[in-house]
């Protein structure tokens, strides 16, 4: 399965509208976003826990309420084309993605914030637009993947990691992830055989160029997640 990272956001301004339609049209099967919480407790689309790199604002999500952060342009920076783009909230994304077949990897920025009951507003979210039946929750914060599956023991949860564990397959299953995202660095052909022993899906970050992708195929992951959905998808189509 091919996620588009931020959706397409090789091609548009990351976590935004543009990124995601852009992502849908080039046959992602998949979008990840990253969730914060507005200092007012609202869900909003945005990868830095601070405004600056991709708004034309600066302070931390958390020290703002979602009416200043819907007055950012969050498009400008990456092309002219896109200024006037608008942070999203998590409720305009899923009003958006319900009614397509597309699997939602909902990220939550919490390892270094510790946003308080963003799993419970997430959840609530998810359940609210129907859509948790095709939707992964994953966290580099090994505490918000144990609470996430204490709320709900059916929903698909994934640990993120990007450095080495003596035992990860073991690790996540201890949290009660029932998925692993892992940087590309960490993939390995025993990974992979550890995984399909415990029945925890593998799904690999961020996978742009060539050879990694085609690591990928080989080595049969249940997904990849991609700023490049369009050359995923071609070389997916191509592979052998």
Known sequence: MIFAHRGASNYAPENT???????????????ETDVQLTKDGIPVLIHDEDVRRTTNGRGFIIDHRLEELL???????????FKGTR????DQFLEWACDKPLHLNLELKNNKIAYEEIEIKVLDAIRNYNVKKHTTI??????????????DQTLDVALLRSRKHPNLVGYA??????SLHVKHTLLTPSLVRACKAANIQLRVYTVN???????????????????????????RNNFK
């Open 17 to 31: 509208m543009p990124a995601f339609e852009l992502a849908y049209q080039m046959e992602a099967e998949g979008i």
């Open 138 to 151: 994953s966290s580099f914060n090994p505490e918000s993947v144990k609470r996430m599956r204490q709320l």
């Open 71 to 81: 007055n950012l342009d969050a498009g400008a920076y990456f092309a002219p084309k």
């Open 209 to 235: 160029r060539t050879i990694l992708i085609k690591k990928c195929l080989k080595l049969a992951c249940s997904g990849i997640i991609t700023d490049v959905p369009d050359k995923a998808h071609h070389i």
């Open 87 to 90: 942070i999203l909230t998590l």
């Open 173 to 178: 299953k201890e949290l009660g992830a029932s």
